[in-house]
């Protein structure tokens, strides 16, 4: 059954769920959304999707939306292809949790508002909050202090193997290395420098650059 | 070795020497051997058996955090939800303890609630919560329905929806109006103002799922549902309560999920801004 992925190739939260899915060699089909035109808040979309976000996915019968739900599901249906993305233990699985929840609240935020401000609102026009930007920035640096001492200590965030931990990473760090002009936070830290060169040139993620043709 | 096992190493002795047991042949020196063999059996079990319990007691689950605080009070409920056996161990927030060296060993990101499980340390409300509600997920009440995949994956779909919409418009407000005053400042308004719009349109969603299922993720209360109880417990303080009541579904929802004794047993201890007497 091919996986039907509703959403932008080129956006973060879509790119977290089809990295997965090219991690775990599982088939998929993209139907773009176009976010310029609002085609996710019309009613259409919004029966995928009720908060009019990007991706929602399709398979057989079962409809998810939350990349980062969509992603813990796959990883676990497949937890016998390809490489593990989950750990071998209900502890190992529950640290793999843990650093997407810090991913998730002590992390996303910081960059979404980042990427905001310096690279969407100019992109459209428009001037963005430059101090806001500087404060985050600020409090991503002291983010990346933790993960650098914490990386030091093992060779990826949940352990000694690439999980969903740190592939659900990779898409905002890319905004911040390409897009935002940000690769200091990763480049200045040795061990997130070693960790993002590790991550960012696993084939799964390769093939998904490829196909969002930047 | 401890005093009581000596003791009972010498009483044990006394009675194999002086009772006509029929395997103790004490008056010759198999049977001395014998003796000693079977006390020595005896005192080994019994040591070995202590410490194993011991062990268990130390291995039983330790939460740290604070009682009032929305983290901890999460993790709390799932706990008794499972009917899990657990230590709390009071975090002083007031003190600055959470950012002190010994907590930050234990989360780096210096925050409660944190679990202690054996070898295992976690952090992170939400991941404590699914963690317990897999490890003990034959106990209590079922919270992730671990038999039926579809119905896990829905729990999965809204326990992020109340992490990535729900959270996001509700913290700030409860925060602006019970932290704020805390620290000296005035609650903002216009911070107020905007995550209220925004709670308002991820309400307007929740009243239009919880008209066709009882619940979140079905018609099943589950860890999705849970995730919620906190933050909403603090907002339901607020003077924007008509929030929750003016939507029928939620406004029923609510009372439902509020109601459960595992969170009638946390909620108890949620007074966070209240004056004490």
């Known amino acids: 059954m091919v996986v039907k992925v509703h959403g932008s190739v080129r956006a973060a939260c879509p790119q977290r769920v089809l990295a997965c899915l090219l991690e775990k060699d599982v088939e998929f089909e993209i139907f773009h959304v176009d976010l310029d035109a609002g085609e996710h808040k019309r009613p259409e979309f919004l029966l995928r999707q009720p908060f009019g976000q990007i991706p929602a996915v399709e398979d057989g019968d079962l409809k998810l939306f939350e990349s980062r739900a969509i992603i813990r599901y796959y990883a676990a249906k497949y937890v016998d292809r390809g490489p593990n993305l989950l750990g071998n233990s209900l502890e190992e699985r529950a640290v793999v949790d843990q650093w997407l929840e810090v991913e998730a609240h002590n992390f996303n935020d910081l960059v979404k508002t980042l990427v905001f401000q310096i690279v969407i609102l100019p992109r459209m026009g428009e001037h963005g909050d430059l101090a806001l930007a500087q404060k985050c920035e600020q409090q991503l640096e002291k983010v990346f202090d933790i993960y650098e001492q914490h990386l030091s200590k093992s060779s990826y965030l949940a352990g000694d193997s690439f999980t969903l931990a740190d592939l659900s990473h990779l898409p905002a760090i890319r905004y911040l290395v390409n897009d935002a002009g940000m690769g200091h936070l990763v480049s200045e830290r040795k061990h997130v420098n070693a960790w993002w060169e590790d991550i960012s040139n696993r084939s799964a993620w390769k093939k998904l650059m490829e196909l969002s043709k930047y | ?277």
Not at chain 2, 154 to 167: F, G, I, N, P, T
Request: charge should be negative; proline fraction near 5%.
């Open chain 2, 1 to 277: 070795m401890e005093d009581w096992v000596i003791s009972f190493t010498l009483t044990a002795d006394y009675y194999i020497n002086t009772v006509p047991l029929p395997f103790t042949f004490t008056n010759t020196s198999a049977g001395f051997l014998a003796s000693f063999i079977t006390v020595f059996a005896i005192v080994f079990f019994t040591v070995s058996l202590s410490l194993k319990l011991s062990n268990l007691m130390e291995m039983a689950l330790k939460l740290y955090g604070a009682a009032m605080s929305t983290c901890t009070s999460r993790v709390l409920t799932c706990l008794h939800e499972k009917e899990a056996d657990f230590e709390f161990i009071s975090v002083n927030l007031f003190a600055g303890e959470h950012k002190e060296p010994p907590f930050l060993a234990k989360n780096p990101f210096g925050q409660i609630p944190v679990l202690e499980d054996g070898d295992l340390t976690l952090f992170e409300s939400r991941a404590i919560s699914a963690y317990v509600a897999e490890k003990f997920k034959e106990s209590g009440y079922d919270l992730i329905r671990y038999q039926n995949v579809k119905e896990g994956a829905q729990v999965k779909v809204w326990m992020e929806v109340e992490s990535q919409q729900y959270h996001p418009a509700i913290s700030p407000i409860v925060f602006q109006f019970f932290v704020a005053p805390l620290q000296g400042k005035s609650p903002e308004q216009a911070i107020i103002d905007e995550n209220l719009e925004k709670l308002g349109k991820v309400l307007d969603i929740y009243e239009d799922k919880l008209s066709r299922a009882k619940y979140l993720a079905g018609d099943f209360y589950s860890l999705a549902d849970l995730f919620h109880l906190s933050y909403t417990y603090y907002f339901m303080k607020t003077p924007w309560a008509n929030q929750i009541n003016d939507r029928p579904h939620v406004k029923a929802w609510w009372e439902d999920i509020s109601s459960r004794p595992a969170f009638l047993k946390v909620a108890s201890a949620m007074n966070f801004g209240e004056k004490q007497n």
